[in-house]
């Protein structure tokens, strides 16, 4: 379950939410049959909160929204995506500690 603070992204809302956003985004893409999705979804939630008003928290389910998952290459779940500025600026395919995901967030943010 998403919290408050993790945004469910729609192709229709992706532009406005990620590529327009003045603060880094980070955008998980999952699937709710995904084992290590499931694994990566507390920490997404942590991030949400520890992050709050310094990046975004995104989700995108890959069964919904298949096109805008094919538009960014992703072949395996879960593909962690930091946008910023518009741009992927960083990349993890699969599930790796909190740390992990909290730093590629620490090196765009100014």
């Not at 809302?13 to 985004?25: C, H, K, Q, R, T």
């Not at 995104?58 to 290459?73: M, W």
Request: contains cysteine; proline residues 5%; hydrophobic residues 45%.
């Amino acid at each position: 379950m998403a919290s408050e603070k993790i945004i469910n992204l729609k192709a229709t809302d992706f532009s406005a939410e990620v590529l327009n956003s003045d603060i880094p985004v980070m955008v998980d893409f999952w699937a709710p049959w995904c084992g290590p999705c499931r694994m990566v979804s507390p920490v997404m939630e942590q991030l949400a909160a520890e992050y709050e008003g310094k990046a975004k928290i995104c989700k995108v389910n890959v069964d919904d929204e298949g096109q805008l998952a094919a538009q960014f290459g992703v072949m395996s779940i879960p593909a962690i995506f930091v946008f910023s500025g518009g741009k992927v600026v960083a990349q993890a395919t699969g599930a790796y500690p909190k740390s992990h995901f909290a730093q590629m967030l620490d090196e765009v943010i100014k």
